[in-house]
Protein backbone atom coordinates (compact mmCIF):
# COMPACT_ATOMS: atom_id res chain seq x y z
CA UNK A 1 0.00 0.00 0.00
CA UNK A 2 0.67 3.96 -0.55
CA UNK A 3 1.27 6.46 1.69
CA UNK A 4 1.13 10.19 0.99
CA UNK A 5 1.68 12.95 3.72
CA UNK A 6 0.91 16.15 1.99
CA UNK A 7 2.95 19.54 4.23
CA UNK A 8 3.94 23.31 3.22
CA UNK A 9 0.62 25.01 3.32
CA UNK A 10 -0.47 27.82 5.11
CA UNK A 11 -1.05 32.00 4.53
CA UNK A 12 0.50 33.59 2.62
CA UNK A 13 -1.20 36.94 1.06
CA UNK A 14 -2.08 37.88 -2.92
CA UNK A 15 1.49 37.52 -5.22
CA UNK A 16 2.93 35.47 -2.71
CA UNK A 17 4.61 31.94 -3.26
CA UNK A 18 4.38 28.75 -1.39
CA UNK A 19 5.66 25.25 -2.58
CA UNK A 20 3.58 22.00 -1.29
CA UNK A 21 5.50 18.34 -0.76
CA UNK A 22 3.99 15.20 -0.68
CA UNK A 23 6.08 12.26 0.87
CA UNK A 24 5.13 8.94 -0.75
CA UNK A 25 5.30 5.83 1.33
CA UNK A 26 4.94 1.98 1.14
CA UNK A 27 4.81 0.64 -2.41
CA UNK A 28 6.04 3.79 -4.42
CA UNK A 29 7.33 1.42 -7.19
CA UNK A 30 3.57 1.04 -8.33
CA UNK A 31 2.70 4.34 -9.01
CA UNK A 32 2.48 5.24 -12.45
CA UNK A 33 1.03 9.36 -12.40
CA UNK A 34 0.74 11.98 -9.24
CA UNK A 35 -1.78 14.48 -8.90
CA UNK A 36 -2.32 17.75 -7.40
CA UNK A 37 -6.20 18.58 -6.69
CA UNK A 38 -8.01 21.39 -4.56
CA UNK A 39 -11.10 21.78 -3.05
CA UNK A 40 -12.44 25.07 -1.94
CA UNK A 41 -15.51 25.43 0.85
CA UNK A 42 -18.89 25.26 -1.48
CA UNK A 43 -17.07 23.89 -4.54
CA UNK A 44 -16.11 20.71 -6.61
CA UNK A 45 -12.92 19.13 -6.32
CA UNK A 46 -10.53 20.74 -8.95
CA UNK A 47 -7.84 19.48 -10.95
CA UNK A 48 -4.55 21.47 -10.69
CA UNK A 49 -1.91 19.54 -11.84
CA UNK A 50 -0.36 16.14 -12.63
CA UNK A 51 3.26 14.36 -13.41
CA UNK A 52 3.52 10.60 -14.80
CA UNK A 53 6.58 9.16 -13.20
CA UNK A 54 7.83 7.57 -16.43
CA UNK A 55 9.46 10.27 -18.77
CA UNK A 56 7.76 13.32 -16.68
CA UNK A 57 4.95 14.64 -18.46
CA UNK A 58 3.20 16.83 -16.80
CA UNK A 59 -0.26 18.43 -17.18
CA UNK A 60 -1.64 21.77 -15.61
CA UNK A 61 -5.33 22.58 -15.00
CA UNK A 62 -6.33 25.68 -16.90
CA UNK A 63 -6.38 28.22 -13.76
CA UNK A 64 -2.91 27.21 -12.64
CA UNK A 65 -1.09 27.28 -15.86
CA UNK A 66 2.22 29.34 -15.63
CA UNK A 67 1.85 30.28 -11.88
CA UNK A 68 2.18 27.12 -10.69
CA UNK A 69 5.12 23.98 -11.64
CA UNK A 70 4.78 20.27 -10.40
CA UNK A 71 7.88 18.30 -9.81
CA UNK A 72 8.60 14.95 -8.21
CA UNK A 73 11.94 13.68 -6.56
CA UNK A 74 12.17 9.98 -7.35
CA UNK A 75 15.05 9.45 -5.08
CA UNK A 76 13.06 11.24 -2.10
CA UNK A 77 9.48 9.65 -3.27
CA UNK A 78 8.42 13.09 -3.05
CA UNK A 79 6.32 15.05 -5.11
CA UNK A 80 5.86 18.98 -4.88
CA UNK A 81 3.75 21.94 -5.89
CA UNK A 82 5.61 25.35 -6.54
CA UNK A 83 2.73 28.45 -6.60
CA UNK A 84 3.82 31.53 -7.41
CA UNK A 85 1.70 34.72 -8.16
CA UNK A 86 -0.69 33.28 -5.77
CA UNK A 87 -4.46 34.89 -5.46
CA UNK A 88 -6.96 34.70 -3.39
CA UNK A 89 -9.19 32.51 -5.27
CA UNK A 90 -6.33 29.74 -5.00
CA UNK A 91 -7.69 29.49 -1.16
CA UNK A 92 -8.47 26.20 -1.01
CA UNK A 93 -7.87 22.15 0.72
CA UNK A 94 -4.64 20.64 -1.26
CA UNK A 95 -4.47 17.31 -2.10
CA UNK A 96 -1.76 15.00 -3.60
CA UNK A 97 -3.01 11.67 -5.25
CA UNK A 98 -1.39 8.59 -6.86
CA UNK A 99 -2.89 6.26 -9.24
CA UNK A 100 -1.29 3.12 -10.77
CA UNK A 101 -2.51 2.68 -13.93
CA UNK A 102 -3.66 4.42 -17.68
CA UNK A 103 -6.27 7.11 -17.29
CA UNK A 104 -7.41 10.09 -17.16
CA UNK A 105 -5.18 12.21 -15.10
CA UNK A 106 -7.49 15.66 -14.58
CA UNK A 107 -10.10 13.29 -13.22
CA UNK A 108 -9.74 12.46 -9.38
CA UNK A 109 -11.45 8.95 -10.31
CA UNK A 110 -8.11 7.97 -11.70
CA UNK A 111 -6.40 8.12 -8.23
CA UNK A 112 -6.72 5.53 -5.83
CA UNK A 113 -4.70 7.13 -2.55
CA UNK A 114 -5.22 10.36 -1.22
CA UNK A 115 -3.29 12.43 1.41
CA UNK A 116 -5.13 14.04 3.86
CA UNK A 117 -4.78 17.82 2.25
CA UNK A 118 -3.52 20.67 3.72
CA UNK A 119 -4.81 24.16 3.77
CA UNK A 120 -3.72 27.15 1.26
CA UNK A 121 -5.48 30.68 2.16
CA UNK A 122 -4.55 33.52 -0.12
CA UNK A 123 -5.24 36.98 1.80
CA UNK A 124 -6.24 39.95 -0.54
Known amino acids: QVRLVESGGGLVQTGGSLRLSCAASGRTFSIRGMGWFRQAPGKDREFVAAIFLNGGSTYYGDSVKGRFTISRDNVKDTMYLQMNSLKPEDTAAYYC?????????????????WGQGTQVTVSS
Open 97 to 113: AAGYASGNYYSADYYDT
